[in-house]
């Protein structure tokens, strides 16, 4: 099956998202065994550029926060803490990780994840995906060093990765049974302060985002008359 619909390159990137960007992406609370803290790592994962359109370039924005207030005690299942409020929880307070000082993050590997329906996956290998496709080195960044800072250290828990997105709907030479818009996710690897995780985000309905909140998946472009 071809890949070519993908141009693999990793970006380090001084600029924030616009808010309505923010609330487009998937919040998630990583647990830290470490600091017995369920939700010690809040990561925001989403399209850099939203609405994504396919056949334009666009990238992925990986937010990542800890926790140096109280450990949380919210139910997870029912909610998570607001990413963009550095106070949660009677005590829990989220500031964002510093590779300057006191923070490593080791090991990174992204997948993009082209998907033939909106559906949560938890491996490569599920029938859902087509194709997985991992974003290599850019302009001579390492991803299996410590992550690069921006050019900004203060946005440096933003970390920005471009590719090509695909068109939407079936292809030659692609499953029949691709549904829609263009599905598209996310596997992110990543060791952040000796800790590991395995993460897989999806677009849209494939969220596990507990209040629905996801990153837009990929539409047709709008022509203009």
Known sequence: ???DYLIPAV???????????????????LPSATHNDPCYYLVLVGFTHEPA?????????LWIKKNVGAPTTLDL???????????????????PVDVMKDDT??????HVLRL?????VTAESDKNVISATMLKPYYGYTMMGPLVQSMDPQFNYKYSARFMTGPTGPRTGDSADVQGVG??????TA???DETYDEFFVCGQGTTNPTGDAFSCVGVPQKIK
């Open 1 to 3: 099956m071809k890949t």
């Open 11 to 29: 970006l380090m990137s001084a600029g924030l998202l616009a808010a309505g960007n923010v609330q487009a992406h998937e919040a998630r609370c």
């Open 53 to 61: 359109l396919a056949n334009e370039m666009n990238g992925l924005d």
């Open 77 to 95: 299942t029912k909610t998570i803490p607001d990413f963009d409020d550095d106070t949660n929880n009677g005590g829990a307070k989220y500031v």
């Open 105 to 110: 993050i080791m090991n990174v590997m992204i």
């Open 116 to 120: 033939k329906k909106q559906t949560h």
């Open 183 to 188: 599905a598209y996710g996310f596997h992110i």
């Open 191 to 193: 060791m952040i302060n």
